[in-house]
């Protein structure tokens, strides 16, 4: 849901005013009513959307389709019904009472083909300039093709699930450490250290256990998150009651080295042999790329500040939609209500491109 080092914050500075052409690729779509940046479920719904009311949708992501969904663990369950992850009024079918993740990436293949959707996957929009109605995007493809795009109207579905929240401590850049957990299957018979309290961390020592590691697991908190799945909070704390798995709390890490770490317990510094490291601390939303593009956070939770009815930003024409209108408070919003900021915008859209949408682009 492989670690990614931070990405260099995105701003105007880091692309020269002069770019090479040499790699880039012909766009037949290099104008369009709306670009949205996000191709997961909030982004795709709010391109649905936006055809909806007669306006041309692009989608770009650096990532693949619903990447944070594809990063999730291989085996996980999504909390909620599938009819809460619904988008485009396209049923979610499945034998389950709650989806998982396999089938919750065939359901937004299907929707996207269904739609036919324009989804350029794998690329990265690195700038945004020029002003509503007429705003420059460029973006880079995975084989470093430079490329120039111009829309009338901005949509930011960035999400959150890509910048994971640093331990900041010496170690943590070590290979054996891990912000995304996949699957338990090459930690069997090692020492592994799961960070966190909450579902992540959790799901991710439970698997790592059933799977034959040896799992210790360390968390600020006095106890497990009260946000734990219901099904799985009794199953952690059995098996730390059980001392199946090793359970510190109220402890914290200090330092990470190759075959160990030493963590900070009420009870004094203790240093344990270790091989793996699972960092479940958290993600956030690029906030670095929202100023970017000149949009305003407010102080406290940097939540970008818009229009509360059609989401506009304080940037007349960038839209933001999804788990990034909280800031920083990504627990505020899910799929379950972030697919409906679509709806919203595309309200706004119809009211402000009219009919003329995507005839104004082909002229």
């Given at each position: 849901m492989v670690v990614k080092a931070d990405p260099v914050p995105?701003?105007?500075?880091?692309?020269?005013?002069?770019?090479?052409?040499?790699?880039?690729?012909?766009?037949?779509?290099?104008?369009?009513?709306?670009?949205?940046?996000?191709?997961?479920?909030?982004?795709?719904?709010?391109?649905?959307?936006?055809?909806?009311?007669?306006?041309?949708?692009?989608?770009?992501?650096?990532?693949?389709?619903?990447?944070?969904?594809?990063?999730?663990?291989?085996n996980m369950v999504f909390f909620t019904t599938p009819e809460l992850l619904e988008i485009g009024e396209i049923p979610f079918?499945?034998?389950?009472?709650?989806?998982?993740?396999?089938?919750?990436?065939?359901?937004?293949?299907?929707?996207?083909?269904?739609?036919?959707?324009?989804?350029?996957?794998?690329?990265?929009?690195?700038?945004?300039?020029?002003?509503?109605?007429?705003?420059?995007?460029?973006?880079?493809?995975r084989i470093g093709g430079i490329h120039d795009y111009e829309a009338r109207k901005i949509v930011l579905a960035t999400g959150y699930y890509d910048l994971a929240n640093?331990?900041?401590?010496?170690?943590?850049?070590?290979?054996?450490?891990?912000?995304?957990?996949?699957?338990?299957?090459p930690y069997y018979d090692t020492d592994v250290l799961v960070i966190g309290g909450k579902n992540s961390a959790a799901e991710a020592a439970l698997e790592l256990w059933r799977h034959g590691g040896r799992v210790t697991l360390v968390h600020r908190g006095p106890r497990m998150h009260d946000h734990v799945k219901y099904w799985v909070r009794p199953d952690i704390e059995n098996r730390i009651k059980a001392g199946q798995v090793t359970?510190?709390?109220?402890?914290?890490?200090?330092?990470?080295?190759?075959?160990?770490?030493?963590?900070?317990?009420p009870e004094g510094e203790k240093r344990l042999k270790n091989d793996f490291v699972f960092a479940m601390t958290g993600y956030h939303p690029d906030f670095d790329f929202l100023r970017s593009v000149g949009i305003e956070l407010s102080s406290q939770h940097c939540r970008p500040v818009c229009d509360p009815e059609t989401l506009e930003s304080t940037v007349p024409g960038v839209y933001v939609a999804g788990v990034i209108v909280a800031g920083s408070r990504t627990n505020e919003i899910f799929i379950e209500n972030g697919r409906?900021?679509?709806?919203?915008?595309?309200?706004?859209?119809?009211?402000?491109?009219?009919?003329s949408g995507a005839q104004a682009i082909s002229r």
């Amino acid at each position: 849901m492989v670690v990614k080092a931070d990405p260099v914050p995105l701003n105007t500075e880091r692309v020269p005013i002069v770019l090479p052409r040499k790699q880039t690729r012909a766009r037949g779509e290099a104008s369009t009513d709306v670009l949205i940046i996000g191709a997961g479920p909030t982004g795709l719904a709010c391109a649905i959307e936006a055809e909806r009311v007669g306006a041309k949708a692009l989608v770009m992501d650096k990532g693949c389709l619903v990447n944070s969904i594809y990063r999730y663990p291989a085996n996980m369950v999504f909390f909620t019904t599938p009819e809460l992850l619904e988008i485009g009024e396209i049923p979610f079918n499945t034998a389950h009472q709650k989806p998982t993740r396999q089938e919750a990436l065939e359901y937004y293949r299907n929707v996207t083909a269904h739609f036919s959707l324009n989804v350029h996957q794998y690329e990265w929009v690195r700038t945004v300039t020029g002003k509503d109605g007429k705003f420059r995007i460029t973006s880079t493809d995975r084989i470093g093709g430079i490329h120039d795009y111009e829309a009338r109207k901005i949509v930011l579905a960035t999400g959150y699930y890509d910048l994971a929240n640093m331990l900041r401590i010496p170690g943590e850049d070590l290979p054996k450490v891990a912000h995304y957990y996949g699957e338990p299957h090459p930690y069997y018979d090692t020492d592994v250290l799961v960070i966190g309290g909450k579902n992540s961390a959790a799901e991710a020592a439970l698997e790592l256990w059933r799977h034959g590691g040896r799992v210790t697991l360390v968390h600020r908190g006095p106890r497990m998150h009260d946000h734990v799945k219901y099904w799985v909070r009794p199953d952690i704390e059995n098996r730390i009651k059980a001392g199946q798995v090793t359970g510190y709390f109220n402890s914290h890490v200090l330092e990470i080295t190759p075959d160990s770490v030493l963590i900070s317990t009420p009870e004094g510094e203790k240093r344990l042999k270790n091989d793996f490291v699972f960092a479940m601390t958290g993600y956030h939303p690029d906030f670095d790329f929202l100023r970017s593009v000149g949009i305003e956070l407010s102080s406290q939770h940097c939540r970008p500040v818009c229009d509360p009815e059609t989401l506009e930003s304080t940037v007349p024409g960038v839209y933001v939609a999804g788990v990034i209108v909280a800031g920083s408070r990504t627990n505020e919003i899910f799929i379950e209500n972030g697919r409906f900021h679509g709806k919203q915008i595309a309200a706004d859209l119809k009211k402000k491109l009219g009919k003329s949408g995507a005839q104004a682009i082909s002229r």
